[in-house]
């Protein structure tokens, strides 16, 4: 079984600042990590994921995070926070390579970036 | 020209009423899923389909049922509807590739009363 876990489930910080936004797995197999942003009222879109190619992963506005098998973390990062990145954010995990790929969701963390 | 759309966007009904929720995605795409996503935001996988299997989550109620006429739509059909199916229900879909990216559709607020 594989499963994530979000630490916070409410991040705010100011306009400029770091963002990080945690995630931890369990998994006993190899994991596949994705992270996405869901804006208010709307649908999920994929933000950037981790297929093993490489530990660090660099994804859509800016957004990039690091996989570390030693820490079983996949945390999520970006060097200057927007006003537009405001919402949740979730991190997923699967095992599957093949097929469906049935993705397990954390419970998400809400950002709010203040002016 | 909305990858994957969903009606309607909002439903509300009473226990007990049998309803439906319709999803089409245009992106060609192999496989179709059904996510809720409860009042605390937590997103759970209920049902994922290509035209070679069926994958239900074991947790999910027989009162939930998946048809799809065509690789092109995936609908949701809900029997008895209880208070505690009220949620936000998401239609995704991707390829049948390694990993793919899953497309989400807006979503469809489900009130039972």
């Known amino acids: 079984a594989q499963s994530v876990t979000q630490l916070g489930s409410h991040v705010s910080v100011s306009e400029g600042a770091l963002v990080l936004l945690r995630c931890n797995y369990s998994?006993?197999?190899?994991?596949?990590l994705f992270w996405y942003v869901q804006y208010p009222n709307q649908g999920l879109q994929l933000l950037l994921k981790?297929?093993?190619?490489?530990?660090l992963v660099k994804g859509i506005n800016g957004f990039e995070a690091e996989f570390k098998k030693s820490e079983t973390s996949f945390h999520l990062t970006k060097p200057s926070a927007h006003m537009s990145d405001a919402a949740e954010y979730f991190c997923?995990?699967?095992?599957?390579?093949?097929?469906?790929?049935?993705?397990?969701f954390g419970t998400g963390t809400r950002l709010t970036v203040i002016p | 020209d909305t990858a994957v759309s969903q009606t309607p966007k909002y439903l509300v009904t009473q226990m007990g009423n049998d309803k439906s929720i319709k999803c089409e995605q245009n992106?060609?795409?192999?496989?179709m899923y059904w996510y809720k996503q409860d009042s605390k935001k937590f997103l759970k996988i209920m049902f994922s389909?290509?035209?070679?299997?069926?994958?239900i989550n074991e947790t999910v109620p027989n009162r939930f049922s998946p048809k799809s006429p065509d690789k092109a739509h995936l609908n949701l059909h809900i029997n008895s509807l209880e208070l505690g199916d009220s949620a936000v229900y998401f239609c995704?879909?991707?390829?049948?590739?390694?990993?793919?990216?899953?497309?989400f559709g807006p979503g469809t607020r489900l009130t039972v009363t």
């Open positions: 997923a995990v699967t095992t599957s390579q093949t097929g469906a790929n049935n993705l397990f």
């Open positions: 981790y297929t093993s190619a490489a530990t």
């Open positions: 389909y290509n035209n070679k299997e069926l994958i």
């Open positions: 998994s006993s197999v190899p994991p596949y």
């Open positions: 992106l060609g795409h192999d496989t």
């Open positions: 995704a879909s991707s390829q049948v590739v390694s990993l793919s990216e899953q497309y």
